[in-house]
């Protein structure tokens, strides 16, 4: 399997979540729709503070998306909405349901 994936937490300033989406979606948005990565931009039922942003593709896409020309002035815009750093891990599936391009056993 030839995927990377990338999980972020970001933890919003109290009531600031939604205006972080506001801010991915001015500037993530129409790239990730028009890419080959999955990606998943996801709420935190447990806490109204925290979000998780996981993306799925190859690893030059992956890489890529960090280094939009807008992905500085989204960090900017971000960074005072946040109530700490975000954290990045970079991730290797080993399985994803209907990956064809595993051998069967």
């Given at each position: 399997?030839?995927?990377?994936?990338?999980?972020?937490?970001?933890?919003?300033?109290?009531?600031?979540?939604?205006?972080?989406?506001?801010?991915?979606?001015?500037?993530?948005?129409?790239?990730?729709?028009g890419?080959?990565?999955?990606?998943?931009?996801?709420y935190?039922?447990?806490?109204?503070?925290?979000?998780?942003?996981?993306?799925?593709?190859?690893?030059?896409?992956?890489?890529?998306?960090?280094?939009?020309?807008?992905?500085?002035?989204?960090?900017?815009?971000?960074?005072?909405?946040?109530?700490?750093?975000?954290?990045?891990?970079?991730?290797?599936?080993?399985?994803?349901?209907?990956?064809?391009?595993?051998?069967?056993?």
């Amino acid at each position: 399997m030839n995927k990377q994936a990338s999980l972020v937490t970001l933890k919003a300033k109290p009531g600031q979540r939604d205006e972080v989406r506001r801010v991915w979606e001015k500037y993530a948005r129409d790239y990730v729709a028009g890419s080959t990565l999955g990606f998943h931009y996801c709420y935190d039922d447990a806490d109204p503070d925290r979000i998780f942003v996981f993306g799925l593709g190859d690893p030059a896409s992956i890489l890529e998306f960090a280094q939009q020309p807008w992905f500085v002035d989204y960090q900017h815009d971000t960074h005072a909405l946040l109530a700490e750093p975000g954290e990045v891990r970079r991730l290797t599936p080993q399985y994803t349901k209907n990956d064809t391009t595993r051998d069967a056993p």
